[in-house]
């Protein structure tokens, strides 16, 4: 007889800067560039209940009135555009959970 055991998601284990955190998701910085003002961030947004998880990532732009590293980043994770699968596992190798469809 086969058991199945599930894995536990431990979020705080995955070795990306965590720019914002709730109980069950980590919004994780992939890639950062700022070149004359302009800025681009590629993030991950990972959600886990229990033993179960997801994620998926985005690429966006500029917060509007802001130059700020983390607001560009909080603005690409509410704003942005979700990447293909195969590149968000590119710019976030390690994360193996299942790709939010």
């Not at 199945?4 to 919004?27: G, H, Q």
């Not at 800025?39 to 509007?64: E, F, K, M, S």
Request: proline share 5%; hydrophobic share 35%.
């Amino acid at each position: 007889m086969t058991t199945k055991v599930e894995e536990t998601i431990n979020l705080d284990a995955l070795p990306y800067y965590a720019f914002k955190k709730t109980e069950s998701k980590r919004y994780l910085e992939g890639r950062f560039w700022n070149q004359g003002g302009k800025q681009l961030a590629i993030v991950a947004i990972v959600t886990a209940i229990g033993n179960r998880g997801d994620w998926a990532a985005y690429i966006g732009t500029d917060a509007p009135f802001s130059y700020k590293e983390q607001d560009t980043c909080i603005h690409a994770a509410e704003y942005g555009c979700k990447l293909l699968e195969k590149d968000a596992r590119h710019f976030f190798p390690e994360i193996k959970l299942p790709y939010r469809p």
